[in-house]
């Protein structure tokens, strides 16, 4: 028997994440094919369920920019939440990056620029993602355009104990921003975050690997935190200085992903760019 949630049937499972499966589904009467996420509620804030996360959920709804996955509706079973997204054919950045190494520069820009697009439609509406890796950014096979996945539902989810919200504040070792790693007591800027995600964003699609990269997790907090990011000769200077200015350590003294529109090597123009597969 094939599974459903409302009018939805369930098929193959498009992709998995840290905190669940997302599988295509398929609308019995209109076969209109979206893709669902599917969450425990086990691993949703218990306390926050109730106000918390459905105003997220609602603030998620409301957004609509060309480059964010549109959330369609939630749907909640006895111990499961089901987030109904358009579904985005094309795969993840991560593939890409993955199977072709650098990218060309007019491409990597190309999605930059729509990177920072969505990213800072976000933030004007008080949403920040908290976990933007490659993994997260999908190329819509029909347009060639990006689009930003598992938008601020990293804020919703784990964060019981001090190792869980280290988990929760950096999704992913790599991407995670300086001032999280040495645990800053004062709080931290959603937004800056971002930038620095960002900032290793654009590094990993000009260059095709990681700035900062170790097996050992405390190599890597010690790189993240001190180490300059080394780039390769061929990069050019204005890109080096803009992703200089989004890996800056100080969160302060960070470029916010709103002034990253000003930049010099975010202004060129991307033409019309060839996609790649
Ligand atoms: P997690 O929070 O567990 O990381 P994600 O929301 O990132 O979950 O989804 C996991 C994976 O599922 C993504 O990396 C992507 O490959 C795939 N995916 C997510 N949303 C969509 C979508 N709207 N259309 C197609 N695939 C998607
Ligand atoms: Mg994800």
């Known amino acids: 028997m094939t599974a459903r949630v409302g009018k939805y049937l369930l098929f193959e499972t498009l992709g998995t994440g840290s905190f669940g499966?997302?599988?295509?589904?398929?609308?019995?009467?209109?076969?209109?094919?979206?893709?669902i996420k599917i969450m425990d509620k086990g691993d949703i804030k218990a306390h926050e369920m109730a106000a918390n996360v459905r105003r997220e959920i609602a603030i998620m709804k409301a957004l609509e920019h060309r480059n964010i996955v549109n959330l369609r509706q939630v749907l909640t079973s006895a111990n499961k939440l089901y987030i109904v997204m358009d579904l985005v054919t094309g795969g993840e950045l991560f593939t890409?990056?993955?199977k072709h190494g650098a990218l060309?520069?007019?491409?990597?820009?190309?999605?930059?620029?729509?990177?920072?697009?969505?990213?800072?439609?976000c933030h004007?509406?008080?949403?920040?993602?908290?976990?933007?890796k490659p993994e997260n950014l999908l190329i819509d096979e029909a347009t060639g355009s990006l689009k930003i996945t598992d938008f601020g539902l990293s804020t919703m989810v784990?964060?019981?104990?001090?190792?869980?919200?280290?988990?929760t504040m950096c999704g992913s070792p790599n991407y995670c921003a300086p001032e999280i790693?040495?645990?800053?007591?004062?709080?931290?800027?959603?937004?800056?975050?971002?930038?620095?995600?960002?900032g290793i964003v654009l590094f990993a699609?000009?260059?095709?690997?990681?700035?900062?990269?170790?097996?050992?997790?405390?190599?890597?907090?010690?790189?993240?935190?001190?180490?300059?990011?080394?780039?390769?000769?061929?990069?050019?200077?204005?890109?080096?200085?803009?992703?200089n200015m989004l890996l800056n350590k100080d969160p302060?003294?960070?470029?916010?992903?709103?002034?990253?529109?000003?930049?010099?090597?975010?202004?060129?123009?991307?033409?019309?760019?060839?996609?790649?597969r």
């Open 124 to 132: 004007s509406k008080g949403v920040y993602h908290r976990d933007l």
């Open 205 to 243: 699609l000009l260059t095709g690997y990681l700035p900062f990269y170790d097996d050992n997790q405390k190599t890597l907090y010690r790189m993240i935190a001190t180490q300059p990011p080394k780039f390769p000769s061929n990069m050019s200077e204005d890109a080096k200085n803009l992703t």
């Open 252 to 276: 302060t003294r960070r470029v916010t992903v709103e002034a990253v529109k000003e930049h010099p090597w975010f202004k060129q123009s991307s033409g019309s760019v060839e996609n790649i």
């Open 158 to 167: 784990g964060a019981n104990t001090a190792d869980d919200l280290l988990h």
């Open 21 to 35: 499966k997302v599988k295509l589904g398929v609308h019995e009467e209109t076969g209109d094919r979206v893709a």
């Open 96 to 98: 890409k990056i993955y």
């Open 181 to 198: 790693i040495s645990g800053s007591k004062t709080g931290y800027s959603g937004a800056k975050v971002d930038s620095w995600a960002c």
């Open 104 to 121: 060309p520069e007019p491409l990597a820009r190309k999605y930059f620029q729509e990177l920072v697009d969505g990213v800072s439609y």
